[in-house]
């Protein structure tokens, strides 16, 4: 995707960026394969692929949930910062917060906010099993995403804990998204939450499916979850 093609496509969703966000995704795309020569950040380096892959479809969350307004956004396992940096170079007035088990990704993602000049962000290294029953994180943010992390009936043990009652949390999927909420559907309702909607839709030039699937939380999620780190991956609330 060229960065014309990449202004394009988000104006067409009435996403229109600045000159200083336009410079901001260049220089992330610069941070981002010069550490990855240090560290194992992403596969994708080429800058087309990059734009299309990594940037356009983040951005992708902004065209069904409502980025326009000052909210908190819990990022799970962001790695390399997918989906919430590119989100909050769209949309500056958003919180962000990380939560990254891999300490050499926060030191990147420190090293990145402050190279895009990035304000109210924050990095967390800690897994996502400890971070969520922290009294200050738990039930705290309005929006909760995960890109591709962990199937639906573990990604749900992980996220949902960090939702407030109200909120949403917006698990970012290739394919085979029906047949992921056929099996988590249990662990969803058990952890307070309800499905809402699922996006289906194509990224753009090659074409790979994509889903969004938004779930709502509607009562708090019982203390006993998320359970001990390692435990929702090898005992899934199925």
């Known amino acids: 995707m060229k960065i014309s093609q990449f202004t394009e ?12 966000q336009l410079a901001q995704f260049e220089q992330y795309y610069e941070t981002l394969v010069e550490w990855n020569e240090k560290m194992n950040l992403t596969a994708i380096t080429d800058k087309e692929e990059v734009y299309l892959k990594h940037f356009y479809d ?3 969350a902004a065209f069904y949930l ?5 909210i908190r956004v819990c990022d799970v396992g962001a790695g390399a910062g997918f989906p919430s940096i590119p989100l909050k170079i769209c949309f500056p007035q958003i919180e962000v917060n990380i939560v990254d088990s891999l300490n ?14 990035l304000e109210n962000t924050h990095f967390y290294h800690d897994r996502a099993e400890t971070f969520a029953q922290k ?13 591709a992390v962990a199937r639906m009936s ?9 939702v407030k009652k109200n909120g949403t949390f917006a698990a970012m999927k ?3 998204a029906s047949e992921e909420m056929n099996i988590g559907k249990k662990a969803i309702t058990t952890l307070g939450g309800e499905l809402k909607e699922v996006h289906s839709f194509q990224l753009p030039i090659e074409e790979s499916e994509r889903n969004i699937i938004v779930i709502q939380k509607v009562k708090p ?7 001990k780190p390692g435990t929702p991956n090898k005992l899934p609330l199925e």
């Open 9 to 20: 496509k988000l104006s067409e969703k009435g996403i229109n960026l600045t000159s200083k």
């Open 58 to 60: 983040s951005i992708t």
């Open 66 to 70: 409502d980025f326009n307004r000052e």
């Open 104 to 117: 050499k990704r926060i030191t990147f993602l420190n090293h990145l906010s402050e190279k895009l000049e």
């Open 135 to 147: 009294p200050e994180h738990r039930e705290q943010y309005d929006l909760v995403t995960a890109r």
């Open 154 to 162: 573990v990604l749900s043990e992980l996220c949902l804990p960090l």
């Open 174 to 176: 290739a394919a085979s």
């Open 221 to 227: 999620t019982p203390k006993k979850y998320p359970r």
